[in-house]
């Protein structure tokens, strides 16, 4: 794991979400910063030989910045508690999104081979027009596809974004206004990132 700065203190992280809450948009970057060994930590526990530890770090991320931009600091409790769930949710989301697709049986796999000793795959046996079944295969790659660019090709913003926008992973979906005031940033500024993130993943479609 990569080394992270020190995390705030109480009254460090009173001060800053003082400042958040006045508008100060430099104080939700030092509050993410100084959170992310917070992160890190919550990694290890999920982390495995099969998974990635910079996916992870990206995803438990975007949980963070979740709780910066919805924490209430009324509320007794400290940012942290409420981040730790916050990034625990957002791991576990991927985890059943990702055993979900595991499951999903690819019509080209073999399932056994005919007298002549041929190989038989599940499209050979489907009852369905062939054209419906193309289209049907051709649409489930692309979605596939999709998700993998959108965790590979994007930013950790523009990941945020377009999940926040599209509801991907069976999330809620959000209107550009919505998210702006959930992260903080103009309606505009939201505008240019899912336009940037949309002309990154055209190049594959």
Known sequence: MKSFPQPLTASEERAYLQKYTEGDLEAKHILIERNLRLVAHIVKKYQSCEEDSEDLLSIGTIGLMKAVVTFNPEKCVRLGTYAARCIENEL??????????????????????DREGNEIQLFDIIEAKEDDVCRKVEFKDQVKMLYEKVETELSGRERLVLKMRYGLYHGEEYTQREI????GISRSYVSRIEKSAVEKLRRYF
């Open 180 to 183: 702006a005031r959930q992260l």
């Open 92 to 113: 576990l989301m991927y985890f059943r999104a990702k055993k979900k697709t595991s499951k999903e049986v690819s019509l080209y796999e073999p399932i056994g081979t």
